[in-house]
């Protein structure tokens, strides 16, 4: 299990880390601002602390289809709340109706790339077990 959380931890940082640079070199192109240096290890903590959560969500075993998603949309919830808490930490900006809606938004794009980046990268992992499974089976098989 320990494993199994460092593995996702890593992974989901690496996700998280590479959405919020792009969510973010895509805000600042548009509203022609410019960055500081000190932005991008805020950027790489902030990374680390949303992928916290998520490393542990993935080590709980829920059978329940009903529960898996209630535990997905309080993950959910929470790494927007925690988003908005480093907002307001970093003072990356003032946080208004408008900057939360944005805020909200760019938790959604990062949230929807992290999830489809592990979909296809746990379906690859899967694909590649199978074949080695046959392989295997069909070698035992042989006399």
Known sequence: ???????????????????????????????????????????????????????????????????LLLLWLVHFLMIFFITLLLIGFFGWYEITAFSVLLTFLAVVVIYVFTCVTHYIVDRRHVALMNQKLKQRYSDNKRP
Not at 30 to 58: H, K, R
Request: hydrophobic content about 50%; some cysteine.
């Open 1 to 67: 299990m320990i494993k199994e959380f460092f593995s996702s931890l890593l992974h989901y940082f690496v996700n998280i880390t590479t959405a919020t640079l792009i969510v973010t070199a895509t805000y600042l192109t548009i509203s022609g601002q410019q960055m500081d240096s000190v932005i991008l290890w805020e950027i790489i903590l902030s990374g680390l602390i949303t992928a916290l959560p998520s490393a542990f969500l993935v080590c709980l075993d829920a059978k329940n289809g009903r529960i």
